[in-house]
């Protein structure tokens, strides 16, 4: 007869045996299948938008933030759909992304490089996110997309408008919506012609990052082109917040137009104290003294108040265009919000959809399927009329706004008028372009 | 054990099992619960634990063991990076010439400003190392913009040259590896309903960590850390005994040099990618309260600090408005809103509230900071013991 000794101590042994016998093959299987990083495998999809909710750009990075909620609501099928039903692809359901419902981690970007990309390495790590998207700085883009690039993730750039980030730092995972520096100096040139005449000596102030360079150098050689003359160009620190000393030198130097390559709190802080100075109210050489800030949005305008009036500018896009799908949008932002949505706030709803509508036609999330699925992609109804996404450099060509301060604004969104809708042709450029040379594409890495 | 003390050795064992465990440690909550939000087992910000835990070591033995207070460390931590990123670029995507140069570079250069500034004492001094600091900041942010890349900050490139490695075909950029070894290379491991990553580049951080804290654990115990002790409780006296303490205090600035650029290699090591704002006084300053939250003087002090300051950076400033909504989202919609707008200022964006809220209570209930905390309790325990065993001891004869 055989003898069995059943001690409390050998059931838990064999137990425990056992235990692990049984939670072996899933130790074993679980870091197999994976086709690439962060495989969604439940009923869900995690994206990462990734913006400054401090900083100097912090105000553009909360109307980011509402506008990507509302892509979200829009995509799982929630309120009024939006450009959903404008936008020429009608590969979105509004049951999420391939069925799966949306969902989104956020993180705060602080406008630093080693911030955003911790932020989204954590996302990418801890989170599970399937792509990151946002940023409102092209330092940041330019970081966070080299970060996405190695970790094999997608990046929709958000607000940057460098053209380093399809320049000499493309990535072959990273797709910009926002124009460029190159293409703001080709829809101003015409304009600033027209308007001040051909013979003129501006001198820059430019902030100190691959955004203020670039589009600096952009700027002075379309107006060179007219025939203007460059007198000088000073960098400041983004950090900056008082530009008084660097404003007093303009005075003595014999210009007569102010540039000012700053965007964000660093434009309402150095044209409020250009204006301080008087030099709207100057003449030099004869001619009235104009100041012309390259890029700006309506978040800019309300912070400069009535300093921004009567000067020209260029912008991403402007709730007032009256196209169906801009109107759609302004529409169903303006019922979730109570008020028009940014430029920002537009590019970063685009991108979402873009990102979404991309995986829904390759039916997959794998980047390398969704980069197919981007490149050379046409569409319209995104409130730019017909929008190319070009294969060579990910930058997509669009018409660009050309923009003045209103000078009789009927309410407090009421702050830009539209000059001139440059046409995307006379802003499109060649993919070797120098002012884009450097740098390569690589091929897309889909990560594990 | 190695030269130690049993006590020492019980602590050195104690953080070393605690760093290897730490993939199960940070990771208590099962991965689909709602509580995951407060997982930190992720390898980044297990990394950043264990980078910025040298680096206050290092602060450590400056002032915790001769109360110099330099206000300017961060220089040292991005010349460390700025140096590793350069060697990716330049000699190989090997780890270890980047972090032996990094370790040379931020000690020349700790000797060098040490040098100034430990000529003043006091807050003159802790002004000094500030404004080197801001002034290496201002440098990588735009005057040496060829070398730093400036704002940007200084990342690989498919054209850098690399002369010892072969030639890169695959279109994408190389990553960082200790002979073959990739730092992003991890290994999750599924039991149940958790899920542990385990991370190349963490384990290479963990390792350089524990190194990094016995040396310090032997500088406390030699007699160069008594005469720093000494520098520390009355330098007029040491000077009336006809010691020259400068040239230890410029050695303890200079080892306190080297860790940080230890830190700002494994840091580069791990995100190959270096930012002028590693240098900003905002970052020299963390590591002041790094070491204060943790304990001054004590050993494992700083590493708590370190831990605690990049939980809360990395952790609380991902709680936003949906995750509160989704927390309380059982209650009546009043209540609901009401507990949300409470806790919205502290959360998300907020989380330097959050942090100041602490830093304050523990300077004021617990000058000796978390380690001071920790004894507490641990005192309390053992009294509560004793009183036991005497009353069992009392009962006993009884029965």
């Known amino acids: 007869m055989s003898k069995t000794n059943l001690t409390r101590r050998g059931v838990l042994k064999s137990g425990a045996v056992a235990g692990a016998g049984v939670a072996l093959p899933t130790i074993f299987t679980a870091s197999s299948a994976a086709a690439y990083t962060n495989e969604p495998t439940g009923g869900s999809v995690t994206l990462g938008f990734n913006v400054p909710q401090t900083g100097p750009y912090a105000d553009e990075g909360a109307d980011e933030l509402r506008a990507y909620e509302l892509a979200v609501e829009h995509l799982n099928g929630g309120g009024d759909g939006g450009m959903m039903n404008t936008f020429s692809s009608n590969a979105l359901q509004g049951n999420g992304i391939l069925g799966k419902k949306v969902e989104f981690v956020t993180g705060d970007t602080q406008t630093k490089s080693d911030a955003a990309r911790a932020s989204a390495k954590s996302m990418i790590e801890k989170d599970g996110a399937i792509m990151i998207t946002g940023g409102s700085s092209s330092g940041v883009a330019i970081a966070v997309q080299g970060l996405c690039q190695e970790a094999g993730v997608i990046f929709m750039a958000g607000l940057t408008h460098s053209n380093d980030t399809t320049g000499k730092d493309k990535k072959a995972n990273g797709f910009r919506h926002f124009f460029n520096g190159y293409m703001s100096g080709a829809a101003l040139a015409p304009v600033l012609k027209q308007l001040y005449g051909d013979d003129r000596k501006a001198y820059h102030l430019t902030a100190d990052y691959t955004w203020g360079w670039t589009q600096q150098e952009s700027i002075a050689a379309a107006t060179e082109a007219l025939g203007w003359e460059t007198v000088n160009n000073v960098l400041t620190p983004l950090a900056a917040t008082d530009f008084s000393s660097y404003i007093a030198p303009v005075l003595n130097s014999g210009a007569d137009v102010l540039v000012l390559n700053h965007y964000g709190g660093n434009m309402v802080n150095s044209l409020t104290n250009a204006v301080q100075f008087g030099l709207r109210n100057k003449e030099v050489n004869g001619k009235n003294f104009e100041i012309v800030v390259p890029l700006f949005s309506r978040l800019m305008a309300r912070g400069a108040g009535e300093n921004i009036k009567g000067i020209v500018g260029s912008t991403n896009w402007h709730w007032s265009l009256q196209d169906d799908a801009s109107k759609a949008f302004v529409k169903s932002f303006g019922t979730k919000y109570g008020f028009p949505p940014s430029q920002a706030a537009h590019t970063v709803y685009c991108q979402t959809l873009l990102y979404a509508d991309a995986c829904q036609r390759a039916g997959t999330f794998n980047p390398c399927g969704v980069a197919e699925a981007l490149e050379g992609f046409e569409f319209d109804g995104l409130g730019n009329g017909k929008t190319l996404y070009r294969a060579e450099d990910h930058q997509c060509f669009k018409d660009v706004l050309v923009v003045k301060g209103k000078e009789n604004p009927t309410s407090e969104f009421d702050l830009l008028e539209v000059v001139e809708v440059t046409p995307a042709a006379q802003v499109t450029y060649a993919p070797d372009h120098p002012m884009f040379a450097g740098g390569a594409l690589g091929t897309c890495n889909p990560g594990a | ?399």
């Not at chain 2, 524990?210 to 000494?230: E, Q, T, V």
């Not at chain 2, 605690?308 to 609380?316: A, D, Q, T, V």
């Not at chain 2, 617990?366 to 009294?383: C, Y």
Request: hydrophobic share 50%; with cysteine.
């Open chain 2, 1 to 399: 054990m190695f030269g130690l003390n049993k006590k020492d050795s019980a602590l050195l064992l104690l953080v070393a099992i605690l760093t290897m465990l730490a993939p199960f440690i940070l990771n208590p909550f099962p991965s689909d619960s709602g509580l995951a939000q407060f997982n930190a087992g992720y390898p980044d910000l297990m990394q950043r634990f264990v980078i910025f835990g040298i680096f206050a070591i290092g602060f450590n033995i400056l002032f915790g063991l001769t109360g110099y207070l330099s206000f300017g460390h961060a220089a040292f931590l991005g010349v460390g990076s700025y140096s590793a990123v350069w060697m990716f670029k330049l000699l190989s995507m090997n780890i270890i010439p980047a972090i032996v140069l990094s370790v040379a570079i931020a000690g020349l250069f700790a000797l060098v400003i040490g040098y100034v500034s430990l000529r003043r004492t006091g807050i003159y001094f802790s002004i000094l190392t500030l404004a080197f600091a801001q002034m290496s900041f201002a440098l990588a942010y735009s005057v040496l913009t060829p070398i730093t890349n400036g704002e940007t900050g200084l990342q690989l490139s498919l054209d850098d040259p690399r002369i010892l490695d072969s030639a890169n075909t695959s279109g994408s950029l190389p990553v960082t590896s200790l002979f073959g070894l990739e730092m992003r290379s991890s290994f999750d491991l599924v039991v149940g309903p958790w899920s542990f990553t385990f991370s190349v580049g963490y384990y290479i951080c963990a390792i350089a960590m524990l190194l990094a804290f016995y040396l310090s654990i032997r500088i406390f115990r030699s007699p160069f850390g008594m005469m720093l002790r000494a520098i520390k409780s009355n330098q007029q006296r040491l000077n009336y005994t006809g010691l020259n303490p400068k040239p230890y205090t410029l050695a303890a600035f200079v080892i306190s040099g080297m860790y940080a650029g230890l830190a700002g290699g494994l840091l580069a090591s791990m995100d190959p990618l270096a930012g002028a704002e590693r240098m900003q006084w905002t970052a020299s300053g963390e590591v002041v309260l790094m070491t204060i939250l943790g304990g001054v003087g004590t050993l494992i002090g700083p590493v708590l600090g370190a831990g605690l300051i990049k939980y809360f950076e990395n952790i609380f400033s991902k709680i936003n408005d949906t995750v509160l909504h989704g927390w309380f989202g059982i209650l009546p919609d009043g209540i609901e809103d009401f507990l949300v707008s409470i806790i919205h200022p502290f959360v998300g964006k907020g989380w330097h509230l959050t942090l100041g809220i602490i830093f304050m209570l523990v300077v004021t209930f617990l000058p000796g900071g978390l380690v001071e905390g920790g004894q507490r309790i641990a005192r309390l325990f053992r009294s509560k013991k004793k009183t036991d065993g005497a009353d069992a001891a009392k009962t006993e004869p009884a029965e």
